[in-house]
């Protein structure tokens, strides 16, 4: 009873609560916010050297060879003094790229990579502290919005950095509220760099999600492993796959967990017991990719309007800069 009590208070609640309320609606589903503990994080940063796995490649491409297009589209000038805001900064080996053109022109910002993992801020200021040694940044460690609201009193004009398709794991309709949640916390002439993975061939995108060495399907089962260690439950991955799939007329990459046979596991945490059929599945993500027009209708009633959009050699990926306009 004791060791059971200690489990309950050491759980995140809100895991709890998802998990619980998630696999009791039908279809099932979990969210893909809950991916990222520290082995889905580890995970992820293997996908990201995956031949498969094109995004970021592709969007590093962009801030290789075009910085000077970025900086151009986004009107700052060396005399006026600018705030460079990253949302999520991952290893920063995009964003690098970027301030290294920065710093040779004598540019003058300060960088602030916000994220709730210290450990990726360490990651960060350990990059910039590598490749541009007297360059000083200003790491914040917390939510995204609770951060942009405390900079807003800043008089200085600001760049939003949000990349890596991050965005395209919301629903369009959530995105749109995260845009405008964005919006409400910049000023006018505000910019935002919005990193999509753009619409294309199945042949293209799905290997993406659904790599040769099986890191992704790793990826997605780790749901399954984190709820069985911080909520006592007893998922036997083997009896479980990977599943994804593309449409490419509706340009979303989808991902669900399937059973392979009937079978009901004991979540003991929750005090529940869920019962699956074979083949009866789990939705956990979704990756829109994006066209103008979806990013578009994803801007409505923002007061963001696009004034750039810069694409790989390949034209696979985009990072479009949004202004704020009112
Ligand atoms: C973080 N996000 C943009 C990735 C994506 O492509 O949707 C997460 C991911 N899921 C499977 N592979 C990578």
New binding site residues.
């Given amino acids: 009873m004791a060791i059971h009590r200690n489990t309950i208070s050491k759980m995140n609640k809100q895991f709890a609560k998802d998990v619980k309320l998630g696999l009791s609606e039908t279809p099932k589903n979990l969210s893909?916010k809950y991916?990222y503990d520290e082995k889905g994080s580890t995970l992820?940063s293997e996908?990201m050297k995956l031949p498969e796995?094109y995004?970021t490649n592709a969007e590093f491409d962009i801030f290789k060879n075009q910085p000077l297009d970025i900086i151009q589209l986004l009107e700052i000038h060396k005399t006026s003094y600018f705030e460079l805001i990253e949302l999520g900064a991952g290893d920063g080996s995009k964003t690098i790229e970027l301030l290294k053109v920065l710093e040779h022109e004598n540019y003058h910002y300060q960088y602030l990579p916000i994220d709730i993992s210290q450990k990726a801020l360490d990651q960060i200021e350990n990059t910039v502290a590598q490749q541009l040694p007297n360059k000083k940044i200003t790491p914040k460690k917390g939510d995204y919005f609770q951060i942009l609201n405390e900079l807003k009193n800043s008089p200085f004009p600001k760049v939003v950095l949000f990349l890596?398709?991050?965005i395209?794991?919301m629903e369009d309709a959530l995105a749109n509220s995260f845009l405008k949640k964005l919006s409400k916390n910049l000023s006018k002439g505000d910019k935002i760099i919005l990193g999509t993975?753009l619409k294309k061939e199945k042949d293209i995108v799905l290997p993406?999600?659904n790599d040769s060495k099986g890191i992704?399907r790793d990826?997605?089962l780790n749901l399954l492993e984190r709820i069985n260690r911080e909520l006592d439950a007893n998922f036997d991955i083997n009896q479980f796959e990977h599943v994804p799939e593309y449409d490419e007329l509706e340009g979303i990459?989808k991902?669900r967990i399937r059973s392979k046979i009937d079978q009901k596991i004991p979540i003991n945490s929750l005090n529940l017991t869920v019962s699956f059929k074979e083949k009866e599945t789990i939705h956990t993500?979704i990756?829109r990719k994006y066209d103008d027009v979806i990013l578009e209708k994803i801007c409505t009633n923002t007061g963001l309007k696009t004034i750039g959009k810069l694409m790989d050699k390949r034209e696979y990926f985009a990072d479009y800069i949004l202004e704020k306009k009112s």
């Fill in positions: 893909s991916f992820f996908i796995y995004l890596g398709s991050n395209g794991n993975d993406a999600y992704t990826f997605n990459a991902s993500e990756s």
